[in-house]
């Protein structure tokens, strides 16, 4: 049996690429799996996906609004009563240079890449300190940690996410809350789509090969903490 057997875990931005591969990877593991993103369709339409043995919960919301990330987390005190593990893979991109960006594209960039962050990380670490564990995991991305030209808007969003996490890290230790980010490279999803760039998407690593390593972090001794993680196509690999 799993180690995340009756473990309440939260993904965030279920419905996408990696959100969606990482609950098909939890849903064997025993986990009550709560599902949030912004559209109530197509979250219900993945938890009908899965099998009838899965305990889900699926709540609409979109994380750039603080009330309704506090609505979340309400949703989850009322009907699980804990939260052991929160998934941040929800995320948008942006690649275009620097003076052709412009403020609605900066602030689309910063309210879902970096506040929506906070704003779930900040108030899910307020639930998993009351029982003194948790886990936060968040999918940064390769650019949280390496500039790429056209990347400025994308990349300050990213790089704040990085610095954010390992603030909240060292305040939250204490608690017993661990931290844990991902830096995925070229992952074949969604977020190539509104791209104008060729790219050879047979290159790029699967959702299911990154959700595999998001499980084994969650799976890891509770006395490990994986603290930052890459994974690249061998396409393209950055150190």
């Given at each position: ?121 900040q ?16 999918v ?9 030209a ?6 300050a ?19 017993g ?7 995925f ?7 190539w ?47």
């Amino acid at each position: 049996m799993s180690v995340l057997a009756d473990r309440v875990v939260l993904v965030v931005g279920a419905t996408g690429g990696i959100g969606q591969a990482v609950v098909e990877e939890l849903q064997a593991t025993g986990a009550t799996l709560v599902l949030a993103a912004r559209s109530r369709d197509r979250l219900q339409a993945l938890a009908e996906r899965l099998p009838s043995s899965v305990t889900v919960q699926i709540q609409p919301c979109d994380i750039t609004q603080p009330a309704q990330v506090s609505a979340l987390m309400q949703a989850i005190r009322s009907q699980q009563a804990r939260l052991d593990i929160l998934i941040n893979a929800a995320g948008a991109g942006l690649l275009k240079p620097y003076q052709k960006i412009t403020a609605a594209e900066l602030d689309q960039m910063l309210d879902l890449n970096l506040k929506g962050c906070f704003y779930t990380s900040q108030q899910a670490a307020e639930l998993m300190k009351e029982q003194q564990q948790g886990h936060i995991c968040t999918v940064v991305g390769i650019l949280g940690k390496h500039s790429i030209a056209m990347g400025s808007a994308y990349c300050a969003a990213k790089f704040g996410v990085v610095g954010f996490s390992k603030c909240m890290a060292e305040e939250l230790k204490r608690y017993g809350i661990r931290f844990s980010l991902f830096y995925f490279g070229g992952v074949d999803t969604p977020f190539w789509d509104a791209l104008n760039l060729k790219i050879d998407r047979q290159k790029l690593l699967r959702p299911a090969t990154v959700a595999r390593l998001i499980r084994a972090t969650l799976e890891t001794d509770p006395h490990a903490v994986p603290l930052e993680l890459s994974l690249m196509p061998d396409s393209h690999v950055f150190f």
